[in-house]
């Protein structure tokens, strides 16, 4: 998904999450809720909600044990973090 | 949508095999961003590892040239390989139960010589992989497969153990603080000597079950809660210190390295004409 504000873009591989919520749980701003679809492994995948409240911090896909969050933003908002 | 960093694994063999909510994982991730943003070529970098769930890491995903050693060598076969190979990045991941455990000795006598090895020690606080067997850094009254009434010892500090044994880099963080962890590996590779990290991972199936914490993320919440900064520790008394994680960098030091010195002792002989 993209947001068109700042091009922050917020991208989950379905195919390699494990559902551990680790996202969902350390978002401050709460961008990712749990979804209603569970992928080929029957783990229920997390969705970037409300994309507006992205503060781009990368928390989420740093500690994604599945290396499976994946935040692309521009170049003017990573020199800034 | 793939990742990027995909390019530096193994991919046929994902998703990975840790449990859900394992910080071995995150390990990884961290480690390759680290790779990534250092712009290092995955070969110039030799992996080291012995037995466990963090051997996992090297062996198989991360895709560089591996030594899937005995358990508790790995040390001591990365020693071998930097001695022969002293241009390359020869980095060791391994668990708690390899290193401090049954390759205890292996580590304090590398970060005596001050050998050019990068450590990650990977920290779950238990014999994971073999089902929760108590291990050197299980802390006391911890029950586990073994030691099913707690554990009676007290645990191993690994990374003072490291920092007093004479290592040039020596860091302790856990997988809750992301951006210090990264920083941390990315001055350890840099640096030249003997660099140690200990890692304080979560570990869901065999650890946090006993200790309540039945989730990876209860974990994450309790490294956050009860992380403590090394220079703040100053004047506390160790029960203020009970059960919390000591985090920060405790040694940084200049030291000559093994290898230097012996490619300078070679070269004393070479000079000698035949």
């Known amino acids: 998904m993209i947001r068109e504000k700042d091009k922050i873009e917020i991208y989950i591989d379905e195919g390699l999450c494990k559902g551990c919520d680790i996202c969902i749980e350390l978002c401050r701003p709460g961008v990712f809720v749990k979804s209603e679809k569970l992928n080929s492994r029957g783990y229920y995948v997390p969705v970037p909600a409300s994309m507006n409240k992205c503060t781009g911090c990368m928390i989420c896909e740093l500690i994604c044990p599945e290396l499976a969050v994946i935040i692309k933003k521009n170049e003017l908002v990573k020199e800034v973090v | ?274």
Not at chain 2, 154 to 182: D, N
Not at chain 2, 241 to 260: D, H, M, S
Request: proline fraction near 4%; charged fraction near 20%.
């Open chain 2, 1 to 274: 949508m793939k990742n990027e960093l995909l390019k530096y694994l193994r991919t046929d063999i994902l998703p990975t095999e840790f449990c859900s909510g394992c910080g071995c994982g995150t390990v990884l991730n961290i480690f390759c961003h680290v790779v990534d943003e250092l712009k290092i070529n995955p070969d110039d970098i030799i992996m080291v590892t012995g037995i466990g769930c963090s051997s996992w890491i090297p062996s198989p995903y991360f895709s560089a040239d591996t030594l899937h050693t005995t358990h508790g060598r790995a040390i001591a076969f990365a020693t071998g390989v930097k001695v022969m190979k002293p241009d390359k990045h020869v980095i060791v991941i391994a668990g708690d139960g390899d290193l401090a455990g049954i390759g205890g000795n292996h580590l304090i006598h590398a970060a005596r010589r001050n050998i050019g090895l990068t450590v990650f020690l990977v920290n779950n606080y238990i014999y994971g992989m073999t089902g929760g067997q108590v291990s050197p850094t299980t802390p006391s009254n911890v029950p586990t497969t073994t030691t099913p009434y707690g554990n009676t010892e007290p645990a191993f500090k690994i990374a003072e153990l490291v920092s007093a044994a004479g290592a040039s880099y020596v860091a302790r963080w856990t997988t809750y603080q992301v951006f210090h962890l990264k920083k941390a590996m990315k001055d350890a590779i840099l640096n030249k000597g003997f660099s140690f990290i200990e890692i304080c991972s979560q570990c869901p199936t065999s650890y946090g079950k006993r200790v309540g914490m039945r989730e990876g993320i209860d974990q994450l919440k309790d490294f956050r809660d009860n992380s403590i900064d090394l220079k703040k520790t100053a004047g506390m008394k160790d029960e203020e210190l009970e059960n919390k994680f000591i985090v920060g960098k405790f040694a940084e030091r200049n030291r000559t390295e093994f290898t230097e010195n012996l490619r300078n002792i070679n070269r004393k002989f070479d000079e000698v004409p035949v």
